[in-house]
């Protein structure tokens, strides 16, 4: 495996944060940062599949409340690609199941010896609570409905790879966005670099506020359709919703689902994702999930690029000043 000095990665000047709560706060020059590096990094592993020594001795601990496949499993091979290692928590089998506080558990964690705790949590501000009660960096992998930034950023990665750059493009972000952490930092996310973002899914599932903030937002997809270079279709998340926010799920794959005959009124060149689980025959149709189009399982693997140049970037930032995290409420629209 080789060091940092071996393979000529500098690290830059002007990053000084120790924890990745969200994108909303970030500056385009951060997001820049975390996308170079993560491009940088999944070239030198040779597409996330060969290790480095990047982060020999370093812990990282994944510390989650809520059930996860893809990103609790990428960030264990993105810390194993560098060199550290990872320690699995479950809070079913924990003491937290006794009655120890989230607070409580974190820190006896931490006192393992960890320089990483990965969280996700079902209560929007966890993350941001644990930044301020941890010494160690603290990763936002997903706080309830308010923001997942690794997802933001691997699905930035992705278009950037494609395409070249963000600037400029349109890119339409399609289902319940009134649930998903996923939805809120590509929001952030893609406006700061230059995007134009699209907000579009049933009047219930898309709060009015997206356009007093100043983003479009639209109720009809095939209305939209032929002015979107990148589609991310995001899945409906029943298991967060109180009442079904429409008659059918028949009735809302025809007007929102992407299927064959939506890809022919498409733009030649038009990106399809999907941040996953998908729900074949929902929120897309097989032939497009498995088409030439679909960018879904490059998404996947730039999980692992964008985690990687995450846990780097924070394990060293120099800046003591961003130990904390301001004690400023959370809010999500």
Not at 102 to 115: L, P, Q, R, S, Y
Not at 265 to 286: F, H
């Amino acid at each position: 495996m080789s060091t940092a000095d071996e393979i000529d990665l500098a690290f830059p000047e002007n990053w000084h944060r120790r924890h990745l709560l969200d994108l909303e706060s970030l500056s385009a020059d951060e997001i820049q940062i975390l996308l170079d590096t993560a491009q940088k990094l999944k070239e030198l592993t040779g597409g996330c599949r060969n290790k480095l020594s990047l982060l020999a001795g370093k812990t990282l601990a994944n510390l989650f409340f809520e059930n996860s496949t893809r990103t609790r499993n990428s960030f264990s091979l993105a810390a194993k690609r560098l060199g550290a290692d990872t320690v699995e928590f479950s809070s079913g089998g924990s003491s937290v199941a006794k009655g120890e506080t989230f607070v409580d558990t974190a820190k006896t964690i931490e006192a393992m010896g960890v320089d990483w705790v990965c969280t996700r949590h079902v209560t929007p501000g966890t993350p941001h609570l644990l930044a301020r009660e941890l010494r160690c960096c603290v990763i936002n992998a997903g706080d309830g409905p308010h923001e997942h930034p690794t997802q933001g950023l691997l699905d930035m990665l992705t278009i950037r790879q494609h395409r070249g750059r963000l600037d400029g493009l349109t890119v339409a972000l399609v289902g319940d966005i009134s649930h998903s952490r996923t939805a809120r930092s590509n929001i952030w996310g893609l406006s700061k670099l230059g995007a134009h973002v699209i907000i579009c899914g049933p009047p219930t599932l898309v709060s009015p506020r997206w356009q007093e903030l100043g983003f479009e937002v639209a109720h009809n997809l095939d209305a939209i359709l032929h002015r979107c270079d990148v589609l991310n279709l995001l899945r409906i998340q029943f298991e967060r919703q109180k009442a079904r926010p429409f008659p059918s799920v028949h009735e809302y794959a025809a007007l929102y689902a992407m299927n064959g005959a939506r890809m022919r009124r498409a733009k030649d060149d038009i990106l399809i994702m999907a941040p996953g689980p998908i729900n074949r025959g929902v929120e897309i149709t097989p032939e497009v999930a498995d088409g030439p189009h679909s960018v879904i399982l490059e998404q996947v693997t730039n999980g692992i690029a964008v985690r990687m140049a995450a846990l780097w970037l924070l394990s060293g930032a120099k800046d003591a000043s961003n130990s904390t995290t301001p004690a400023e409420p959370i809010h999500y629209v």
